[in-house]
């Protein structure tokens, strides 16, 4: 799996508290083998975010992210769950 990140999703990374990165990365590697892995509780989002999809980083954190590409993505955002809103 190709990611590719946007500098918004940079910047809110470099924001997060280093326990929540360091989880962002180990579920970024399950991410890279399946992206649909139970344990990301992977979900296309509703309403303006149609065409975005979420998994979670842990319970209240959650990466934002669409699909380019069957095997190719652009991660939008990361931060906690009210960053949709």
Known sequence: MDI???PRFTKSYQKLPKDIQGKAKAKESIFRKNP???Q?????LLGKEKEA???????SY???FIFLKKDQVLF??????DFYK
């Open 4 to 6: 590719n990140v946007t």
């Open 36 to 38: 649909f892995d139970k």
């Open 40 to 44: 990301l509780r992977t979900h296309k």
């Open 53 to 59: 999809w979420s998994f979670w980083v842990d319970y």
């Open 62 to 64: 959650r990466i934002k």
């Open 76 to 81: 939008l955002d990361v931060g906690k769950h």
